[in-house]
């Protein structure tokens, strides 16, 4: 049973921090690419960040230039979840965030982040951040 679960979305104001957390099932982690997606109203879900995840380690392969500098993708194998750390935060960062995985080489899952998800097999319900001005 795949399944990953998002949580730590929340209201903050302008300038604050929040981070994310997916916990993931044993299947999921195992996948090559996991990623953070965010969706707000009326706009189409946009990829925030992908990371490839291999025996060797894991290596960022997607930053949208919007948080370039302000997030971080970090993964933590022991508890086998994927946490997303947003720093100076601005009101166009709210959105709804999603998790995702999928079996993606590294160039597929950079796609993935530029695409907004493309060839992602596997998602979250969400975590909504809202952030005030």
């Known amino acids: 049973q795949v399944n990953l679960v998002e949580s730590g979305g929340g209201s903050v104001q302008a300038g604050g921090s929040l981070r994310l957390s997916c916990a993931a099932s044993?299947?999921?982690?195992?996948?090559?690419?996991m990623g953070w997606f965010r969706q707000a109203p009326g706009k189409e879900r946009e990829g925030v960040g992908t990371?490839?995840?291999?025996?060797?380690?894991?290596?960022?392969?997607y930053y949208a230039d919007s948080v370039k500098g302000r997030f971080t993708i970090s993964p933590d194998n022991s508890k086998k979840t994927l946490y997303l750390q947003m720093d100076s935060l601005k009101p166009e960062d709210s959105a709804m965030y999603y998790c995702?995985?999928?079996?993606?080489?590294?160039?597929?899952?950079?796609?993935?982040?530029?695409?907004?998800?493309?060839?992602?097999?596997?998602w979250g319900k969400g975590t909504l951040v809202t952030i005030s001005s």
């Open positions: 995702a995985a999928g079996e993606l080489g590294y160039w597929d899952c950079n796609s993935a982040g530029r695409g907004g998800g493309l060839g992602m097999e596997y």
């Open positions: 044993d299947f999921t982690y195992s996948a090559t690419c």
């Open positions: 990371i490839s995840i291999g025996i060797g380690g894991a290596s960022i392969t």
